[in-house]
């Protein structure tokens, strides 16, 4: 299994991120992907246009979310991997720490994935909303 950590800043407070990251509208305005999402601990979602796919496991209102999370490349008899996103506000700011755990061997670098399917277009979101 892999895993990684990676961070990532955004001009916008931790409360827009956070809502956004919760909301199936939000999270499709962010990213560009429709996505299918809910707030409540327990509840499945699916971003990306259904790449993918998890479970909300723990939400901590705009300190903490961790999901069970996959892909479509994921082979069916993989365990899911588990993402944590740790928010912090810093002038305004929001910082994220993703840790991204149990990977299985095999999938494509989702460290760069992160960066360019989310990260990326989340900045120039929240920079064009603001």
């Known amino acids: 299994m892999k895993s990684f950590r990676t961070f990532a800043n955004f001009e916008?407070?931790?409360?827009n991120i956070f809502n956004a990251w919760l909301s199936s509208e939000g999270h499709s305005n962010m990213t560009g992907g429709e996505?299918?999402?809910s707030k409540t601990v327990g509840d499945t979602f699916e971003a990306w246009d259904g790449y993918i796919s998890?479970?909300?496991l723990e939400i901590v209102h705009n300190k903490r979310i961790v999901?069970?999370?996959?892909?479509?490349?994921f082979?069916?008899?993989?365990?899911d991997s588990t993402i944590e996103l740790v928010f912090e506000e810093n002038?305004?700011?929001?910082?994220?720490l993703l840790t991204?755990?149990?990977i299985p061997e095999g999938q494509p670098d989702y460290k760069q994935g992160w960066?360019?399917?989310?990260?990326m277009p989340m900045r120039a979101y929240f920079v064009d909303a603001t």
């Open 12 to 15: 916008t407070s931790v409360s």
């Open 35 to 37: 996505a299918k999402v």
């Open 54 to 56: 998890g479970k909300n």
């Open 67 to 73: 999901q069970s999370w996959r892909t479509m490349e």
């Open 75 to 79: 082979n069916e008899e993989d365990a």
């Open 91 to 96: 002038d305004g700011n929001c910082q994220i």
């Open 100 to 102: 991204h755990s149990n």
């Open 115 to 119: 960066e360019e399917h989310y990260f």
